[in-house]
């Protein structure tokens, strides 16, 4: 695995705002998840996809967040108007069938102010 | 429930004591664990996995299923062990992954 890119690193919205991340894995990864990471607390589960099929929601995923998976390929998550709340960090990672391990990104920061 | 403990959000050592990250977990089915670390600046990363019980930059992780542990171990620590360390359970089937709060490692020299 050499990689996992997220686009922004970093992004400032006001509230209310809409939001999307991107995230693009190495053509391996036939799993691609996203985590919220906040201020001292490990990655929370949102979603994950099994290349296009999204195949499990956790519950921290309201009705404004929404997530895709195109053509297996890269993901993109959206969240609709943004509230204080959703101030943090957003990781992507790739799962390949040979590897047991993840392959984490370097993030998306989202600030809401 | 599923759910993963690391009790101690800071451990400081010197360089060349042992060290010991502590990680309990609670899940109905076969645990699959993992502890991952993440230095200054960096992202999450792979240290160990259970299954392979491999020792990585000299760490080592025994499962043990009676008091449902999966302590991080290293004799000797060295100034570029701090870090970040997470203690998750893989979720079978899914594969997501259920991590600890973390526990931040410093070194001193």
């Known amino acids: 695995d050499t990689g996992v890119s997220q686009d922004p690193r970093h992004k400032i919205t006001k509230r209310g705002q809409n939001v999307t991340f991107r995230c693009d894995p190495i053509?391996?990864?036939?799993?691609l998840y996203w985590y919220r990471q906040t201020l001292g607390q490990g990655p929370e589960f949102l979603t994950y996809f099994q290349n296009e099929a999204q195949l499990e929601k956790s519950r921290l995923l309201s009705d404004r967040f929404s997530a895709e998976r195109p053509k297996g390929s890269f993901s993109t998550l959206e969240i609709q108007r943004t509230e204080q709340g959703d101030s943090a960090m957003y990781l992507c990672a790739g799962r390949s069938p040979a590897n047991y391990g993840y392959t984490f990104g370097s993030g998306t920061r989202l600030t809401v102010v | 429930a599923q759910r993963v403990t690391q009790p101690e959000k800071l451990l400081s050592v010197f360089k060349g004591a042992p060290v010991e990250l502590k990680c309990n977990y609670s899940y109905s089915g076969s645990p699959e664990l993992f502890w991952y670390v993440q230095y200054s600046r960096q992202r999450l990363q792979l240290l160990l996995r259970?299954?392979s019980r491999e020792s990585i930059k000299g760490f080592t992780a025994d499962l043990n299923k009676g008091e449902t542990s999966f302590h991080l171990k290293k004799p000797f620590a060295q100034e570029e062990d701090s870090a970040m360390y997470y203690c998750a359970l893989s979720v079978y089937n899914t594969d997501k992954l259920i991590f600890g709060t973390g526990t931040r490692l410093q070194v001193f020299p």
């Open positions: 259970h299954i």
């Open positions: 053509s391996e990864h036939n799993r």
